[in-house]
């Protein structure tokens, strides 16, 4: 089993990157825009690839502006990541039938909880709320109870009118084929959002994909660490077998309290404190909670 599930079974997702694929860049995405026609962002920067009847593409923009956060914050209710890309994306679409699954800023933080129900009640809420104070008056009124740890459950964007579905299945993800080592053509990765919770943790959503001959695999990661509190790792993996058009979606959701992965942890002779910042590590000290396998054929 590869560690931590990682995209890349023989190497960490950040060694050995093949070089930037000078094609056209990720199209405005079809969901939710970040950026107003009046705040324009600027060029599209990003990475795409055509193969095995897929087109699939990334876009990497800077931290957004104060005109599309504010923008942003109207629309989902909620005060943003002090980080947010809301621009990034990254994008699988099969060019036969236009079936599509992509991950954006947006549609994650629309799945963070916003009736507080879910909300961590730690002293660390207010105090991250007092960092956040200085928000424009008019953004305060929007803004409701909610999980200020933005947690969230989302597995990617599908187009809802496709006939295209996915449906559970038992049909689990390949790892041997992805532990072959076949070539890499095609390598990005990206953060949509970031949150460092008041200088007490931190929250971060990120997407990695890589691309093989017969096959790709993309892995879109929530990671929660609030110190002394909790940790949270939740994992949405993209599978796609070229030939077959077979697309596997698995989630799957981790969660540990604090002391008792970091008393795991006090038995091992390493660095703790790295290892705590590392969920490609931590996977193995924060159990299974919840999780999904699902499966479309794309053809």
């Known amino acids: 089993m590869m560690r931590g599930n990682d995209c890349r079974p023989r190497a960490p997702l950040s060694e050995n990157e093949p070089p930037d694929l000078k094609l056209p860049t990720l199209p405005s995405h079809s ?3 970040a950026t107003h026609p009046n705040n324009p962002a600027p060029a599209d920067q990003g990475k795409s690839i055509t193969h095995g009847g897929w087109n699939i593409t990334t876009r990497k923009l800077p931290i957004l502006k104060a005109g599309p956060i ?14 947010i890309f809301g621009d990034n994306a990254m994008r699988l679409e099969h060019i036969a039938t236009g079936w599509s699954i992509e991950f954006n800023a947006f549609d994650a933080l629309d799945r963070v909880d916003k009736t507080g129900e879910k909300m961590l009640e730690v002293a660390y809420s207010k105090e991250w709320q007092k960092t956040r104070q200085n928000h424009a008056s008019e953004i305060k009124e929007v803004v409701k109870p909610f999980d200020w740890s933005f947690s969230t459950d989302y597995a990617g964007t599908a187009p809802s009118e496709s006939r ?7 049909t689990l993800i390949p790892v041997a084929l992805l532990k072959r080592p076949d070539p890499i053509l095609f390598f990005d990765d990206l953060v949509l959002y970031e949150d460092e919770l008041a200088d ?14 017969a096959r790709l695999l993309l892995l879109c990661r929530f990671f ?3 110190d002394d509190v909790i940790f ?4 949405t993996r993209v599978f796609v077998e070229f030939e077959t058009g077979e697309v596997i979606r698995e989630y799957t959701a981790r969660e540990e309290r604090y002391d008792v992965v970091k008393k795991k942890m006090a038995i091992t002779r390493e660095d703790v ?8 590590r931590l996977v193995e000290y924060v159990p299974i909670v ?6 479309c054929v794309v053809k």
Do not use: Q, W
């Not at 504010?70 to 980080?83: F, K, N, V």
């Not at 949270?232 to 994992?235: E, P, Q, S, T």
């Open 164 to 170: 295209l579905k996915f449906e559970e299945t038992e």
């Open 31 to 33: 969901y939710h825009p």
């Open 200 to 213: 007490n943790g931190i929250s971060l959503m990120s997407c990695k994909i890589r691309v093989m001959p």
């Open 290 to 295: 919840d999780g999904k396998l699902e499966k």
């Open 273 to 280: 404190p790295a290892l705590m910042r590392d969920p490609n």
């Open 224 to 226: 929660l660490r609030l």
């Open 70 to 83: 504010d923008d942003m914050t109207s629309r989902l209710g909620i005060a943003l990541p002090e980080m």
């Open 232 to 235: 949270r790792i939740r994992d």
